[in-house]
């Protein structure tokens, strides 16, 4: 009996044993589900032009790696297809712009559903992305001569070093001289972009979607890259306090604009990219919500005013199954520090700046006010009908300068500042219409170069940025009258 006792106390305790060994196991390596949610967008670029004809089809690149949890499950560089799924045409105050500069082609906008994506290694996944029109940017891939190189974004924001970005102004300022000349003659793609230059100035042309033309596409379902363990002491730092200075990649879910957006309005944003601690231990995984809040807004006035924007983020907000995950209790963590703006892009079409304190502001080019000085030259040689012209023929008696062949350039010009090659044409047929072009041009470009409002701050939901931990906390107005008082005496 004694016997018997003791081999059943033995087979409990073994398989007692064996239970704890197995929760110990799954609390060393739990699991974790590697999924890209829907919604989300990738962030692509086209590799070849593409017509704006529905049913064209479409070949394009991963322009930023996905991930999911703390892995990356889809490498820059993968390269997707897809389709031109629907063409509609652009909005009426588009198309009057468009039509007062000379063109009077039916623009239209192509929307794209990419549907499949090519790893590296040649394994094939289907994707169901929503219907999507390409940004206003051009991604430029960096050159496989300079290894190390930053890719560029023509749009301004996070994808640039401070080196590239002087280079850019540099650029733009010689661009604003030469009518972007000179970006033809030294960048990519130069004759792809002689062609558009070319096809810009005509009245009517063919409408493409350039060669790099970005997109970000959301997913209409979620992509599944199956289950894999992640070791419980990786995971101490989940959800801590991240160390000072450290930068994180975002994605904006509340759309803002200086024009609307309003001092204390919430702002939601969420993980992009995952953030690690300097022991490479995982601090904020991909999903993780950012909550914040504007801190300053306001609009963009007359006289090329900019708006400016300034929002921080206070707290950090882990999915439940994430938080389960620590070895601590499961709470939601309040960040020690503000989460400021670090560098952005901007969805408006001006590039934008981030000062050093996280505030966002249009950049307004200098180089605007060439522009006008431009059509001021141009609507004077027109206008030298009724000056030099008539003076010349009444010395010399000539009838060759006299009449509608009267300063055939001087019309020229006046035609192509006013309305473009079609106004170059028209103005021929009096001196007085080339004339009229010239002057219309010069104020419309004082207009638009120094009268009109000043670019908004525009972010749409999905809008990428960084964002750097360990901000300046704002002094309270109570505290800063304080230290203006203690200067004073």
């Avoid at 002087?166 to 000349?181: E, F, H, P, Y």
């Amino acid at each position: 009996m004694c016997f018997l006792a003791a081999s059943a106390l033995f087979l409990v305790a073994w398989q007692a044993g064996s239970k704890v060994g197995e929760n110990v196991a799954e609390m060393e390596a739990p699991t974790v589900s590697l999924t890209v949610a829907s919604e989300v967008p990738l962030r692509l670029y086209l590799t070849k032009r593409i017509p704006k004809r529905l049913g064209a089809p479409v070949e394009g690149k991963v322009m930023e790696s996905v991930f999911a949890f703390d892995r990356e499950v889809l490498p820059m560089g993968s390269s997707v297809t897809g389709r031109v799924t629907a063409v509609q045409p652009v909005n009426k105050w588009q198309r009057i712009r468009a039509m007062v500069g000379g063109d009077f082609t039916p623009l239209r906008n192509a929307f794209v559903e990419f549907d499949g994506v090519t790893l590296s290694d040649g394994k094939k996944f289907p994707l169901h992305t929503a219907e999507t029109i390409g940004l206003n940017s051009i991604y430029i891939e960096p050159s496989r001569k300079k290894h190390g190189a930053a890719p560029k974004s023509s749009n301004g924001g996070t994808l640039g070093t401070a080196k590239q970005t002087v280079k850019d102004k540099i650029q733009d300022a010689v661009n604003a001289r030469s009518g972007g000349l000179m970006d033809i003659v030294r960048g990519p793609n130069k004759k792809e972009k002689l062609v558009d230059f070319l096809w810009a100035k005509l009245p009517y042309h063919p409408q493409y979607m350039r060669r790099g033309t970005r997109f970000d596409a959301p997913l209409q379902e979620a992509l599944q890259f199956g289950a894999e363990p992640v070791k419980v002491t990786d995971l101490a730092q989940l959800g801590s306090q991240p160390s000072s200075d450290s930068v994180a990649r975002v994605r904006l879910l509340t759309p803002l604009d200086s024009a609307s957006a309003r001092q204390g309005q919430t702002v939601d944003a969420v993980i992009a990219a995952p953030l690690f601690s300097t022991d490479h231990k995982l601090v904020l995984p991909e999903g993780t919500h950012l909550l914040g809040m504007v801190t300053m807004a306001k609009g963009a006035r007359s006289f090329h005013r900019a708006g400016r924007l300034r929002f921080t983020f206070q707290k950090v907000e882990l999915a439940p199954e994430i938080a389960n995950l620590r070895p601590r209790a499961p709470d939601v963590p309040a960040l020690g520090t503000q989460a400021t703006l670090a560098a952005a892009e901007g969805s408006g079409s001006a590039p934008i700046k981030v000062d050093s304190e996280g505030g966002v502001q249009v950049q307004e080019s200098k180089t605007r006010f060439i522009a006008p000085v431009i059509s001021l030259l141009l609507a004077s040689k027109s206008a030298d009908n009724d000056a030099g012209h008539h003076s010349a023929l009444g010395a010399s008696g000539s009838a060759a300068t006299s009449g509608p062949n009267a300063n055939v350039s001087g019309r020229t010009l006046g035609g192509v500042s006013g309305f473009g090659l079609l106004g170059a044409a028209v103005s021929q047929s009096s001196p007085y219409v080339g004339m009229a072009f010239g002057y219309y041009g010069l104020a419309w470009s004082v207009y638009s170069n120094v009268i009109a409002k000043g670019g908004e701050v525009q972010f749409e939901k999905n809008a990428m940025m960084d964002i750097r931990f360990g901000g300046r906390a704002p002094v309270p107005a109570s505290q800063f009258r304080a230290a203006v008082a203690d200067v004073s005496h």
